[in-house]
């Protein structure tokens, strides 16, 4: 059955960030009709269909990426109300009060304090950002003079906290320290110690008997190491990656409880859920694909994953019964479901690139029609994240519409080891754009590609990416940039504080910044371009001047550019009319 515009505006990120407690599990879902998270819960064991407990938007606004914006406190919930940043609570009876509301203050990384009956938050105003602690009359904060601070984590006894700061001008993948300190009778913090192995340590979590562990990339790779002991131990040597880039608070991608561990490796851009218990490990996925979250309870270990053949899923798997999906897709075994049925297998593609032994990669998607096809390259944001090899219902459209899909990790992108990001350090507007240009001209001598009929497209950074290309080479006809860095010299004055150091590792001096901008090089080039521009009219990190400026430079010369706006919409295109009007649009110009 073919897919409908409907259907290809669905998101990839339809659910997120899972908690549980002794008698429930719980995770945002993307709303249909709105395009915002709302919060849902199940009750374990149970019959009971899964229940939507706040149907107001649940979202942080910390970093302006958010996350970690509600946790389970003594059978209610503690939550952050998107639009206003408001700390709510909802108690076990349903009965709901404000417990915090600041002007100009955002809140994110929510971790409960069940022994204190309080909730850890990071806090963030035009002053900067600190680790408080809040109760429904009361507002303590714990520690503060790091720049950003993040992945507050409570041991189960409640007698110690860990948490992470970073300062700039570095990114939490760069350089950041882990912090550990005991909570004393009265709540504050003391007895604090402080890790720094020269790298990023990211998603600290406590196991057995408080042992504390954390993910740091500082041998090359984010693997799990114990560091509460004299000499730091790793839990796990593979070198691979254990966890993606972390832009968000509140991620979790490996939990530790009992005798047993659930942790994922990426492989080829891929992730595979393990579990341990004791010496024996099993695969959890039978493909690999993305784990968002994972969450370890006593009624059993659950996570939301994403594979080649479904949509995001919460998945519950248990020692003794099948697993079971409580949440999103469900593919019907017998009869197939829209997904399945749709479902694309991704073909990696590897080509050398840069220094000796440096290679860039994709997954490339072929087209329904078994003929010449035109191509559409999607480049991601970041640059740091990452494209999986998921399913994805605008790929599965394209490819219905006759188009070939190339989704392409140059290198600069997380998953693939510190080596491969930081072979974007000073490089930002020359390797990105040298490794599309490499991987589309290995792409066109592999594959029935109409070369005269190939697209660029990107989100964010990626739209940086996309628009250099589109200058640099006849290779491509057009270029899209959805909310798109067009002068990184501007952007470095205006945007935000999270990542208001990053531009000058990615790039450098005020000079190059201009020099490296698509601005500058459409100025600079001698063919009239094309380009379609969608952005967010109240996009706070690139901001909607940026788009226009840049539409203007391409008519004044002497080519083609449309532009898109949506005057509620911010940092990407979430409400589900939006989507459709930008994708049918989209869709247009390539055709």
């Known amino acids: 059955m073919p897919l409908t515009l409907a259907d290809a505006a669905e998101p990839t990120d339809t ?3 899972l908690h549980s407690d002794t008698q429930a599990v719980y995770w945002l879902a993307r709303c249909p009709q709105t395009g915002d998270m709302q ?40 939550w952050v109300r998107q639009h206003d940043q ?4 909802l108690d076990h009876h349903g009965a709901s009060q404000c417990w915090q509301k600041r002007p100009q203050t955002a809140y994110g990384g929510l971790c409960a304090d069940p022994k204190r009956q309080r909730v850890l938050a990071v806090e963030e105003d035009t002053h900067g950002q600190r680790l408080i602690a809040i109760t429904a009359s009361s507002r303590q904060v714990l520690t503060e003079g790091a720049d950003f601070c993040g992945a507050p984590i409570l041991s189960n006894d409640g007698n110690y906290l860990a948490w992470v700061s970073w ?36 998603q600290p979590q406590f196991g057995p008997h408080n042992a504390l562990i954390c993910m740091s990339d500082h041998a090359g790779w984010w693997q799990p190491w114990q560091v509460s002991l004299a000499t730091p131990i790793c839990l796990s040597s593979t070198p691979v990656d254990h966890i993606t880039t972390p832009w968000q608070l509140g991620e979790r991608q490996h939990a530790w409880r009992d005798n047993r561990q659930v942790y994922c490796q990426l492989h080829q851009g891929a992730a595979q859920l393990y579990r341990r218990s004791g010496e024996q490990v099993e695969a959890l996925l039978p493909t690999p694909g993305r784990v968002v979250s994972i969450v370890l309870a006593e009624h059993g270990d659950y996570a939301i994953v994403q594979s080649a053949t479904s949509g995001a899923q919460l998945i519950r798997f248990t020692e003794s019964c099948p697993h079971r999906c409580l ?41 329904s029609a078994n003929h010449t096809a035109p191509l559409i390259v999607r480049v991601h944001g970041g640059p740091t994240a990452a494209t999986y090899p998921v399913y994805d219902p605008l790929v599965a459209y394209w490819q219905q519409q006759g188009f070939h899909v ?56 990626g ?30 004055a205006k945007t935000h504080r999270f990542e208001s150091g990053y531009l000058g590792w990615l790039i450098g001096d005020e000079s190059l910044l201009a020099q490296r901008s698509p601005a500058y090089k459409v100025l600079h080039c001698q063919r009239p371009l094309r380009a379609l521009f969608i952005q967010g009219g109240k996009d706070a990190v690139v901001v909607p001047e940026q788009t226009h400026a840049m539409a203007r430079h391409i008519k004044q010369q002497g080519g083609q550019a449309q532009t898109l706006l949506f005057d509620n919409e911010r940092h990407g295109i979430r409400h589900p009319q939006a989507r459709q009007t930008m994708l049918a649009r989209e869709l247009a110009f390539y055709q």
């Not at 300062?167 to 005991?182: D, E, F, K, V, Y």
């Not at 593609?349 to 032994?357: F, I, K, M, S, T």
């Not at 599309?436 to 990107?458: E, K, P, Q, S």
Request: charged share 15%; proline share 3%.
């Open 327 to 367: 949440a999103g897709n469900v593919v019907d075994n017998v009869a197939g479901s829209l997904v399945a049925k749709n479902s694309a297998i991704a073909q990696w593609l590897e080509v050398p690139v840069g220094n000796e032994d440096e290679t860039v990669h994709g997954f490339f998607y072929s087209a």
């Open 463 to 492: 739209g940086f990416t996309a628009l250099n290309a589109l200058a640099a080479t006849p290779l491509f006809a057009a270029a899209t940039s959805l909310y798109g860095v067009t002068d990184a010299l501007s952007l470095s």
């Open 167 to 202: 300062s700039l001008p570095h990114m939490p993948w760069q350089r950041s320290q882990l912090h550990l300190a005991q909570v004393a009778a009265n709540g504050r913090l003391e007895a604090f110690e402080r890790w720094d192995f020269g790298a990023a340590i990211s």
């Open 406 to 461: 190339l989704d392409i990790n140059p290198r600069g992108s997380g998953n693939f080891g510190r080596r491969y990001r930081e072979c974007l350090a000073g490089q930002w507007g020359i390797s990105d754009t040298d490794d599309v240009i490499a991987l589309v001209n290995a792409a066109c001598a592999r594959f029935a590609i109409d070369t005269a009929r190939c697209f660029i497209r990107g989100q964010s950074a």
């Open 39 to 78: 919060l849902w819960r199940w009750s374990a064991d149970s019959n009971e269909t899964p229940q939507c407990l706040i149907e107001d938007a649940v979202g942080s606004r910390v970093n302006q990426y958010g996350g970690g914006s509600y946790t389970p406190l003594l059978g209610g919930v503690v």
């Open 86 to 89: 408001a700390i709510r609570h």
């Open 15 to 17: 659910l997120a960030e």
